[in-house]
């Protein structure tokens, strides 16, 4: 449901990646965030990582 509703393409500004896809949770589920769709967005593995890594800073973006 999320990559169809993101056309199977990292939503990260800039990034238009259409392989390694992950889904990403906006709010962690470990911070009360759920597995709803308005909570999740599609990243490429190269981006996911960067996000998780720096977090606003990777520049990824998301969610804003």
Same mark, same amino acid.
């Given at each position: 449901m999320? /990559?169809?509703?993101?056309?199977h393409? %990292? ?7 259409t392989?390694? /896809? !992950?889904?990403?949770? +906006? ?7 759920? $597995?709803e769709?308005? $909570?999740?967005?599609? +990243? %490429? #593995?190269a981006?996911h990582? /960067?996000?998780? !890594?720096?977090?606003?800073? #990777? ?6």
């Amino acid at each position: 449901m999320v /990559l169809a509703r993101d056309r199977h393409r %990292c939503q990260a500004p800039g990034c238009c990646h259409t392989r390694f /896809l !992950e889904v990403h949770h +906006l709010t962690a589920r470990s911070k009360g965030g759920g $597995n709803e769709a308005d $909570n999740l967005v599609t +990243l %490429c #593995a190269a981006c996911h990582r /960067l996000w998780h !890594e720096r977090g606003d800073s #990777a520049g990824v973006g998301i969610g804003a």
